[in-house]
């Protein structure tokens, strides 16, 4: 149950790493003042990084019901 729970929260921290995950703090410092650059900066990122990532959100799910379903039984 330890190295599950471990597991959750290295995959949490990996999600909020991620080329998807967006910060406003660092968008701000990287995106540009005019909005212009913004849509530049968004247009750019949608052509890199146009996957879907449901399926890596539905992983720590899982996981997480494993341990509700083990608490259960």
Do not use: A
């Amino acid at each position: 149950m330890k190295k599950l729970i471990e597991e959750i929260k290295q995959d949490i921290r990996d999600l909020r790493d991620s080329h998807f995950h967006f910060c406003p703090f660092e968008l701000n410092e990287q995106v540009g003042d005019t909005r212009k650059d913004k849509i530049k900066y968004f247009e750019n990122w949608l052509d890199k990084y146009y996957d879907c990532t449901c399926g890596d959100f539905d992983l720590v799910i899982d996981k997480l019901e494993r341990i509700e379903n083990d608490r259960q039984t």
